[in-house]
């Protein structure tokens, strides 16, 4: 099927159904500018890249850096420009339009916040991985995170020869012991009381809607947790008849042939699809 029909087929689908399920992986927030390598990785971290031989900021958020002065300018800098600049592209504020009269809901694995700041009623938003606008106690002594972005914004201000002042760096207000971003990456992740309340209210909308003509939008998953919801996104469209499984994804896209006649796969760049159905 031509990729002008495909889009075609997804805008009356959307019109159609009664709820939506949005699955958002990394290649949205790739769409959206969010890139981790390239021209603006090298613009904001040319200092860091000179002295470690960073290639990317994936590897390089796995560095062990010598002390928390010189790792929280690496980290303040890398927050800002990827959780509180605003993104590069407006793709999802144009997925909010998209899906904003409809009955909707959110998982995401991504930690950039981008839904909630285009627009997204947090009410509707489940983010499974952690956030960038939030810290943890590194042990961690007990389950609570902390907003970040006063405390980013003066590391940011007062950074200077790649290092930020000992009395910024961030600690356990608990137990004292070092701060560490709220991302899951191992066995310490936090899952405070926020993230028990959303994942609540996510399962709630997937019970209330699974004999519904629901559309569960996989945009941009990739390989790394297929777990989360591009394996549940298929079961739950082969136990529903009425059900729709679509996954727009740049060359990433798989399928299991048990679904094939509910599904659509869209191999193209997930904003150039927005722009399309706008």
Known sequence: MAQTKKIEKLNNIIKNCDAIVIGAGSGLSTSAGY???GEKFKEVFQDFISK???????????FDFPNENEKWAFWSRFIYHYR??????????NLHNVVKDKDYFVITTN????????????????????D????????PCHQKTY???ELVLQMIKEEKDMRIPDNLIPHCPVCGKKMEVNLRKDDTFVQDK??????ERYNKFLKQHKKDRVLYLDLGSGENTPMIFKYPFMKMTFDNPKAN???????????????????????QDIGEVLEELL
């Not at 470690?52 to 796995?62: E, R």
């Not at 960038?132 to 042990?139: A, E, F």
């Open 245 to 267: 499984y679509v996954s727009i994804n740049l060359g990433q896209n798989i399928l299991a042939k048990e679904i094939a006649e509910q599904s659509l796969l869209i191999n």
């Open 35 to 37: 890139i981790y390598d």
């Open 111 to 130: 930690v950039d916040h981008l839904f909630q700041r285009s627009g997204f009623n947090k009410q509707r938003l489940f983010y499974t991985q952690g």
């Open 84 to 93: 509180y600049a605003p993104a590069p592209k407006s793709v999802v504020k």
């Open 52 to 62: 470690y031989g960073f290639t990317d900021l994936y590897s390089a958020s796995f």
């Open 132 to 139: 960038y606008g939030l810290l943890q106690c590194s042990i």
């Open 147 to 149: 907003d970040n972005q």
């Open 194 to 199: 926020g993230w028990y309340e959303a994942a």
